[in-house]
């Protein structure tokens, strides 16, 4: 009897030591060696679900989280009306990716327990990635920040969920201040809020905001990059240039800050070093899980062998470097080109390139291969040597001639108009305008307007009157090459029409916004890419006006020539 006595102690005993370390817990060791004190106790015990939750946090702690959320499930198997453990198996899912078990286990959890704060924010989070959910998420995290007002995440949340819609800027800003009113000194708060007055264009607030969120957080590798980043909107390339280092030595595995000092080392006219550092994109997960099974060209004579350039990024990307394919079919080899369907048809035309393939061919079939925005490096390109002569593209003469006939009804000068990109741009909130800025051109006289958009977003699918819609007929970007050779001038945002327009050689006027993506310099007017290009530079960042107020006035010259 008092043996058994002794011995329930000692568990106990053991039990509240366990529970003290993981009140102390601050590192690995201390972690792995809470799993060991459990792992002790289970072999003369039964664990109870909370020891099995309490162990499970201990391995996530350690990095195994497989291992967690397989002890935290069966914890929820002991208790499956245990809220508290529903939530943390739901957030366990959530670090797998698993992202639609988590959903359930965070309903089930909010099913048991209405008014946890927590289960609020976490269901938000996973459903506001579904359009459809949106309205629900919103409703979430007011319901949280109502339950729990002194929480600042919960405002947190509520602002990076308005953050992400034009229209509810004004919201993201009240739910920032009101985090900042119970913490003034929140680093996230401090972050969040600099990075929605970026987005708003408001760069001296931004600044403000970011740096003291740096000063409080200093060893934050992303809160230096979103510095260096506005930065760079307000063209101080230098500080930009100091930050995104700063956010590499923080961490090496900043992968946008190694790229983003490539655009600094760009814009400041460190070309070759520029190129250099613009390889380090090649770390990012989209390209290094590609094995091509062949050594990378590095520009020397390709003595009979094939040469594979590939694809990468964006359409603009693509077309305005695949100017290095005729270069290099120069070198005493053979060079396929490897892209996008849409882009296959115009690429063909260029010279010296023996295949145009849209899916990678097998090893065999070439020597070596090339990235086309490494073609550059390999060739040591600088701001002496931008292989500029255009064209370099033409489309099919038929398609041509197609577009000539299609055309040829129209009077006055004929215009093509495209006012945005791909909104999946990192930035296309400041490089696109919009269709309600671009009508103001429409009633100048002795011009005719022609929208090049292949699609448009829902608002925008009614063109105005004195716009004509002939975007939607192109197949592929050999259309709309064909279709601009027909057109006296083309007008653009920074997107991929730009890039045709420029590629063709056909007279084209380029919106750059404020802190210009780097191939467009700060100051220049002219393209050394793109000779026939004009480039029509924002004052103020999201401030399209003088712009629009110095081509309507030359349109109104060109319209009476």
């Known amino acids: 009897m008092n043996e058994n006595v002794d011995e329930a102690a000692q568990k106990a005993a053991r039990i509240e030591e366990v529970e003290a370390a993981i009140a102390r817990a601050e590192s690995d060791e201390a972690w792995s060696a809470i799993d060991k004190l459990y792992n002790e106790l289970w072999r003369t015990k039964e664990p109870t679900a909370v020891q099995l939750g309490r162990q499970a946090i201990a391995v996530f702690h350690l990095k195994d989280v497989p291992r967690a959320a397989t002890m935290t499930r069966r914890a929820v198997r002991l208790a499956p009306e245990n809220a508290h453990l529903r939530r943390q198996l739901g957030k366990l899912y959530f670090e797998l990716g698993r992202f639609d078990v988590a959903e359930k286990e965070f309903r089930t959890a909010m099913d048991l327990e209405p008014d946890h704060p927590e289960t609020l924010r976490r269901l938000s989070q996973i459903i506001q990635k579904d359009k459809e959910s949106r309205a629900e998420a919103e409703e979430l995290l007011i319901r949280a920040t109502e339950l729990a007002p002194d929480e600042v995440i919960g405002w947190l949340q509520l602002g990076a969920l308005y953050g992400n819609e034009k229209y509810n800027f004004k919201k993201a800003e009240a739910a920032f201040e009101h985090a900042l009113e119970i913490s003034p000194n929140a680093p996230s708060a401090l972050h969040n809020y600099g990075l929605l007055k970026r987005f708003q264009g408001d760069l001296e607030a931004a600044e403000k905001y970011l740096e003291r969120a740096c000063e409080v957080y200093p060893n934050d590798s992303d809160f230096a990059f979103s510095l260096g980043t506005c930065h760079m909107f307000k063209e101080d390339n230098e500080t930009a240039l100091t930050w995104f280092r700063r956010a590499v030595e923080l961490n090496p595995h900043n992968n946008a800050a190694q790229v983003y000092i490539a655009f600094s080392l760009f814009l400041l006219g460190r070309m070759r070093e520029g190129w250099a550092q613009y390889d380090k994109r090649l770390d990012l997960a989209e390209f290094k899980t590609t094995n091509y099974e062949r050594p990378r060209w590095d520009g020397t004579d390709l003595e009979g062998k094939t040469l594979l350039m590939l694809s990468e990024q964006g359409m603009g990307d693509n077309i305005q470097f695949v100017r290095y394919a005729p270069i290099a079919a120069k070198m005493n080899g053979e060079v396929i080109v490897l892209t996008h369907e849409s882009l296959a048809r115009l690429f063909k035309s260029l010279d010296g390139v023996n295949h145009v393939v849209t899916s990678v061919p097998e090893p065999r079939h070439f020597h070596r291969y090339c990235p086309l925005m490494s073609a550059p490096l390999a060739l040591g390109t600088d701001e002496n040597t931008i292989p500029g002569v255009v064209p370099y593209l033409t489309p099919p003469a038929e398609d041509v001639e197609k577009w000539a006939e299609k055309l040829a009804p129209y009077t006055g000068k004929k215009i093509g108009l495209c006012w945005r990109g791909n909104p999946k741009h990192v930035h296309d909130h400041f490089r696109s305008s919009s269709l309600e800025e671009m009508q103001g051109l429409l009633d100048i006289e002795g011009a005719t307007f022609f929208s090049l958009h292949k699609d448009r977003t829902e608002?925008?699918?009614?063109?105005?009157?004195?716009?004509?819609?002939?975007?939607?007929?192109?197949?592929?970007?050999?259309?709309?090459?064909?279709?601009?050779?027909?057109?006296?001038?083309?007008?653009?945002?920074?997107?991929?029409?730009?890039?045709?327009?420029?590629a063709i050689g056909a007279p084209v006027w380029t919106m750059i916004a404020r802190g210009p993506d780097f191939r467009w310099g700060l100051e220049a007017e002219t393209s050394p890419w793109y000779p026939t290009m004009k480039l029509l530079r924002q004052k103020t960042l999201g401030d399209w006006s003088d712009v629009y107020a110095r081509m309507r006035a030359d349109i109104s010259k060109l319209a009476v020539e």
Do not use: R, Y
């Not at 004195?466 to 083309?490: H, K, P, Q, Y």
């Open 459 to 502: 608002d925008e699918q009614e063109l105005p009157d004195g716009l004509i819609d002939i975007g939607s007929e192109f197949g592929d970007f050999a259309d709309t090459a064909a279709a601009m050779l027909n057109l006296d001038l083309v007008i653009s945002v920074d997107t991929s029409v730009c890039h045709v327009a420029g």
